[in-house]
């Protein structure tokens, strides 16, 4: 597991489409290869 601090924009495209404005945000990038998009508030939960 790798975590990393960042101030990014995200945009995914997928079953739906999403983009995030730049802001500061913690990217956990897992074993099996997935990536979390979490805000620096507001939760537990990944934005993406």
């Known amino acids: 597991m790798r ?3 960042a101030r990014c ?3 995914y495209s997928g079953r ?3 983009t995030l404005p730049m802001a500061v ?5 897992k074993a099996d290869g997935s ?3 979490h805000a620096d508030s ?4 990944p934005l993406n």
């Open 16 to 18: 739906l489409s999403t």
């Open 9 to 11: 924009a995200v945009s």
């Open 3 to 5: 975590l990393i601090v």
């Open 42 to 45: 507001g939760g537990y939960k």
């Open 25 to 29: 945000r913690l990217l956990v990038l």
């Open 35 to 37: 990536l979390l998009v």
